[in-house]
T-cell receptor, first 112, second 113 residues
Framework: AQSVTQLDSQVPVFEEAPVELRCNYSSSVSVYLFWYVQYPNQGLQLLLKYLSGSTLVKGINGFEAEFNKSQTSFHLRKPSVHISDTAEYFCAFSGGSYIPTFGRGTSLIVHP | GAGVSQSPSNKVTEKGKDVELRCDPISGHTALYWYRQSLGQGLEFLIYFQGNSAPDKSGLPSDRFSAERTGGSVSTLTIQRTQQEDSAVYLC???????????FGSGTRLTVV
């Protein structure tokens, strides 16, 4: 069965510190991977996606993620977070179909 | 339109009533998806449309849930005889056929009292 696991439900961090949000997937077919951000009372906004090519993907707002096939991971990183990055982050993948499967989300809380 | 539009943005209904949630996808997007987001549960897939047909309805939680899409555009998700456990945010997304560029609407927050 295909699944996505976000290992941390909540990640607190101080402003200007680096952050990594972890995501692991389970799939026996080629995967296409995504990170979305959801601000309060809003829909999901695409941060970045991996479809093919370079395993290091850069997205909006200074975020990047690295696809690691051997570890079946797609962790999201930012070298220096801002208060405005406080939001819910979802990892998702599509494998074998066009229907994305989402993780349960990680709440990033940036403290001043 | 420029984005995916969902209406209403908020809906409070009494237990046992029927509700209709509307999604207006981006013009030209042939694929349309409905998800349900419950507190702490992530996004639960409900149904997928390609054009007007729904090749995958596997996520609909019960026969009280149904959805249709007309003209390859607007979709309506209907929940009959609502229950309190139906309370959630219902999200709609659309994409061009055969691509992985999903655009989400802002969702409808449904509260069953």
């Amino acid at each position: 069965a295909q699944s996505v696991t976000q290992l941390d439900s909540q990640v607190p961090v101080f402003e200007e510190a680096p952050v990594e949000l972890r995501c692991n997937y389970s799939s026996s077919v080629s995967v296409y991977l995504f990170w979305y951000v959801q601000y309060p009372n809003q829909g999901l906004q695409l941060l970045l996606k991996y479809l093919s090519g370079s395993t290091l993907v850069k997205g909006i707002n200074g975020f990047e993620a690295e696809f690691n096939k051997s570890q079946t991971s797609f962790h999201l990183r930012k070298p220096s977070v801002h208060i405005s990055d406080t939001a819910e982050y979802f990892c998702a993948f599509s494998g074998g179909s066009y229907i994305p499967t989402f993780g349960r989300g990680t709440s990033l809380i940036v403290h001043p | 339109g420029a984005g995916v539009s969902q209406s209403p943005s908020n809906k409070v209904t009494e237990k046992g009533k029927d509700v209709e949630l509307r999604c207006d996808p981006i013009s030209g997007h042939t694929a349309l998806y409905w998800y349900r987001q419950s507190l702490g549960q992530g996004l639960e897939f409900l149904i997928y449309f390609q054009g007007n047909s729904a090749p995958d309805k596997s996520g609909l939680p019960s026969d009280r849930f149904s959805a249709e899409r007309t003209g390859g555009s607007v979709s309506t998700l209907t929940i009959q005889r609502t229950q309190q456990e139906d309370s959630a945010v219902y999200l709609c997304a659309s994409s061009l056929q055969g691509t992985y560029g999903y655009t989400f609407g802002s969702g409808t927050r449904l509260t069953v009292v």
